[in-house]
């Protein structure tokens, strides 16, 4: 089903959507918020840029963006795979418990905030630039994975990664030295099994945006897991 957006409020937006019962591809979109917001059965492909909480509560649709989005992209999502060829804004994968996230471009401030898995409920964020300041901030688990493709003479993330987390991981292809870590955090260079861990991803991400795995690969890359000896309990424990 084809919807055109130009025009149309968020609600009257979402209602069409959700009145389908096919696939839909919506051009013009211009900022209308809460696009596929709790969806779970149909594929949503969107030209222009979506507003906030694209694909909040996600709960096992596919959206696909052939543009950047604002904040909040899968907030909260629970499952299903958001797909965006451009850039996001702050706060994408806030609360994420479960599916996927894959940005070709950058995103900004506090990326993976609150990420959470249980069981196999894994949720997974690939940055293929940069990401703004902290990101993985409370991370309590799943995967962040940052690539900084075409990041040069800079950081690919900001300032206080990783602040306050205990749990799940966060790799950045970068070496240890580049990016500054709280001290709560042990940061290593990745070895082996890290590399084949984060190989899935990697190779998923080329497929969708068309990169040589075995290039993107070919580099150093850094882990930075949760200090298992409770690392932030001197912060709010008195002795």
């Given at each position: 089903m084809l919807i055109d957006a130009k025009g149309i409020n968020h609600r009257e937006l979402n209602e069409m959507i959700r009145r389908s019962d096919k696939d839909c591809v919506v051009k013009n979109c211009l900022g209308q918020r809460f696009i596929g917001a709790g969806m779970s059965d149909r594929n949503i492909e969107i030209e222009g840029?979506?507003?906030n909480a694209l694909g909040a509560y996600l709960n096992g649709a596919c959206i696909e963006v052939?543009?950047?989005?604002?904040?909040?992209?899968?907030?909260?999502?629970?499952?299903?795979?958001?797909?965006?060829?451009?850039?996001?804004?702050?706060?994408?994968?806030?609360?994420?418990?479960?599916?996927s996230i894959y940005v070709k471009g950058n995103t900004r401030y506090r990326?993976?905030?609150?990420?959470?898995?249980?069981?196999?409920?894994?949720?997974?964020?690939?940055?293929?630039?940069?990401?703004g300041s902290f990101l993985g901030e409370y991370q309590a688990g799943g995967v962040i994975?940052?690539?900084?493709?075409?990041?040069?003479?800079?950081?690919?993330?900001?300032?206080?990664?990783?602040?306050?987390?205990?749990?799940?991981k966060v790799f950045l292809r970068t070496e240890p030295s580049?990016?500054?870590?709280?001290?709560?955090?042990?940061?290593?260079?990745?070895?082996?099994?890290?590399?084949?861990?984060?190989?899935?991803?990697?190779?998923?991400f080329c497929r969708l945006f068309g990169f040589d795995e075995k290039a993107v690969m070919d580099h150093p890359f850094t882990t930075a897991v949760p200090n298992s000896k409770n690392p932030y309990k001197q912060m709010y424990v008195s002795n």
């Open positions: 840029i979506p507003g052939r543009g950047n989005v604002q904040d909040a992209v899968g907030d909260t999502m629970n499952s299903g795979s958001i797909v965006i060829y451009g850039n996001a804004g702050d706060t994408a994968g806030y609360a994420m418990r479960g599916g990326t993976g905030i609150h990420m959470k898995e249980y069981r196999d409920k894994l949720p997974v964020i690939v940055i293929g630039g940069k990401t994975l940052v690539l900084g493709l075409g990041i040069k003479d800079e950081k690919i993330a900001g300032y206080f990664p990783c602040a306050g987390m205990h749990g799940g580049k990016i500054k870590f709280p001290p709560q955090v042990l940061v290593r260079p990745s070895d082996s099994e890290d590399m084949s861990e984060i190989q899935k991803y990697v190779s998923e």
